[in-house]
Nanobody, 120 residues
Framework: QVQLVESGGGLVQPGGSLRLSCAAS????????MGWHRQAPGKQRELVAV???????IYADSVKGRFTISRDNTKNTVYLQMNSLKPEDSAVYYC??????????????WGQGTQVTVSS
């Protein structure tokens, strides 16, 4: 199994910044994609940003120019730098990853989520 552990959430004022981290551990042969989704109360989970091996990085329109996703392949870790935060960015942020655990065993995993609250 592949486990994802997130950290870095919290309370921040509008206009502030936070950096989320997500580390993958377990049986990992290859990671094809790592990224972040978020879910606000009463809303569906939505993609925030993802790094894909085949086609690079993708961002939701609502975060373009404010959020930056990056990845450290040596640590199987993905980061989300969030700047100019707005109250509407408040949500539980979930890390996810997919790839291969062994040559014939794919995996797809989600983290437990970390709360981000943007409020004055």
């Amino acid at each position: 199994q592949v486990q994802l552990v997130e950290s870095g959430g919290g309370l921040v004022q509008p206009g502030g910044s936070l950096r989320l981290s997500c580390a993958a551990s377990g049986s990992i042969l290859r990671i094809n994609a790592m990224g972040w989704h978020r879910q606000a109360p009463g809303k569906q989970r939505e993609l925030v940003a993802v790094i894909r091996k085949l086609d690079g990085t993708i961002y939701a329109d609502s975060v373009k120019g404010r959020f930056t996703i990056s990845r450290d392949n040596t640590k199987n870790t993905v980061y989300l730098q969030m700047n100019s935060l707005k109250p509407e960015d408040s949500a539980v942020y979930y890390c996810n990853a997919d790839g291969a655990a062994t040559w014939d065993t794919p995996f797809g995993s989600w983290g437990q989520g970390t709360q981000v609250t943007v409020s004055s």
